[in-house]
Nanobody, 117 residues
Framework: QVQLVESGGGLVQAGGSLRLSCAASGSIFRANVMGWYRQAPGKQLELVARFTSGGVTNYADSVKGRFTISRDNAKNTVHLQMNSLIPEDTAVYYC???????????WGQGTPVTVSS
C-alpha cells in the first residue's frame, strides 16, 4: 500500500506562483515514477509533469517554461513549482505514483489550485 498526500494548493492571482508538494509513504519500491496530473472544471484528467522511468522529465506543452517538477528521493517527495500562473491552470492537482514492477497506480486526494484574473 502506498499513500500520497498533496499540499500547497490555494488561490493565487494570475502571474503569481505556487509550490505543490507530494509526500509518499508506505510500501514504496525503488522502481517507481511520480508525477502530477490535473483536472480542470469540465475537462478530462491530463498529465502536467512527470519523471519517466529513465529519470527524464516530461511536461505538458501548456506548462513548459512555467512549471518545474523536482524530487527528493531520500524523502520520497515530489514538488511542482508553478510560476506565471494563468486562469487556465485552475484545476485540482493530483499526485501520482506508478510502480514499474507491478504497474500499480496510486493517487493522492488532490489539492485545488485557483488562479484568478
Amino acid at each position: 500500500q502506498v499513500q500520497l498526500v498533496e499540499s500547497g494548493g490555494g488561490l493565487v492571482q494570475a502571474g503569481g506562483s505556487l509550490r505543490l508538494s507530494c509526500a509518499a509513504s508506505g510500501s514504496i519500491f525503488r522502481a517507481n515514477v511520480m508525477g502530477w496530473y490535473r483536472q480542470a472544471p469540465g475537462k478530462q484528467l491530463e498529465l502536467v509533469a512527470r519523471f519517466t522511468s529513465g529519470g527524464v522529465t516530461n511536461y505538458a506543452d501548456s506548462v513548459k517554461g512555467r512549471f518545474t517538477i523536482s524530487r527528493d528521493n531520500a524523502k520520497n517527495t515530489v514538488h511542482l513549482q508553478m510560476n506565471s500562473l494563468i486562469p487556465e491552470d485552475t484545476a485540482v492537482y493530483y499526485c501520482h505514483l506508478q510502480n514499474l514492477d507491478s504497474y500499480s497506480n496510486y493517487w493522492g486526494q488532490g489539492t485545488p489550485v485557483t488562479v484568478s484574473s
